[in-house]
């Protein structure tokens, strides 16, 4: 398989999730059937039906298994905030670890309490979406997101009780969007913030569009530009893989729809 392949699972009660599988060999899974948190940016987020129990969890592994992808890790990063389906995240984690299979989380962090539980279980890699330097930024791209300085905060209590190997298990999120986040002010206080986490890597990540027009990702060119300016400040900075750029798969594109 040479492309990204994405792929829908039906539930009992006729709502249709999708899940993605990745060239690269990462599955990655929908933790709710659409997302209550609206991010401006995204296509999950326009509707939302209920959360997925383990079972529909564990359904979408086996599908993706029926059809033959080859994934080697897990990642619940698709349609959800895993964290306002934290029993079923939590069990779905532990099972993961008995089965010997590698899962990484993507999160705004809401609710905090459940990030700070989560922070300091076992996990192969937490993203925290944050997509921008300053509140006021923020705020209009993650309206119900639990803040910037929230975050920060959060992350600023719980790092010196962190072991090493957690800290560079953490990622932070930044989906680049033309004229709105890609200012020199919204890195600067961007790579400020992150100075303080130096073990945390920073992933600059391109948008896929999904038919909002208000954001654009910056060109080809931008993005370098970017790149290479936050890797002179920061120890670890690293861009999407060209399997999260393709149209089939990258944050906020899975849907999730009723038939009956
Ligand atoms: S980006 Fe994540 S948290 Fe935000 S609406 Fe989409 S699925 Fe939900």
């Known amino acids: ?31 709710q059937a659409g997302c209550p948190l609206g991010c ?23 599908r993706a298994r ?8 897990l990642t619940l990063s698709g349609s959800g905030e895993p964290l306002l389906n934290w029993e079923v995240t939590r069990a779905f984690l532990a099972e993961c670890r008995e089965r010997g299979l590698e899962l990484s989380l993507t999160t705004t962090g809401r609710p905090l309490e459940r990030l700070e539980e989560l922070l300091r279980l076992p996990h192969n890699g937490l993203m925290l979406s944050l997509h921008a330097g300053s509140a006021a ?17 959060t992350l600023g209590r719980i790092w010196p009780g962190l072991s090493r190997r957690s800290r560079r298990r953490v990622g932070i999120n ?9 200012t020199a002010a919204e890195l600067e206080e ?12 920073l992933h600059l990540l391109r948008y896929n569009p999904v038919g909002l027009a208000s954001f654009v990702s910056p060109e080809e060119e931008r993005r370098q530009e970017i790149y290479r300016a ?3 400040q920061l120890p670890h900075v690293r861009r999407g893989n060209r399997w999260r750029g393709q149209c089939e798969g990258g944050c906020g594109t899975l849907l999730a729809a009723k038939s009956r």
């Open 190 to 201: 961007l790579a400020r913030r992150m100075a303080s986490f130096p073990e945390a890597t």
């Open 230 to 232: 936050l890797r002179a």
């Open 40 to 62: 401006a940016f995204c296509a999950s987020g326009r509707t939302f039906f209920r959360n997925l129990n383990l079972e529909e969890l564990w359904a979408q592994v086996e």
């Open 66 to 73: 029926a059809l033959g992808c080859d994934f080697r890790r």
């Open 137 to 153: 930024t923020y705020r209009r791209i993650l309206p119900e997101g639990p803040g910037l300085e929230e975050l920060w905060a």
């Open 174 to 182: 930044y989906l680049l969007f033309s004229g709105l986040n890609d």
């Open 1 to 31: 398989m040479d492309g990204n392949r994405k792929i829908a699972v039906e539930l009992e009660d006729g709502i249709t999730v999708e899940s993605v599988f990745y060239g690269s060999g990462t599955l990655c899974l929908s933790s």
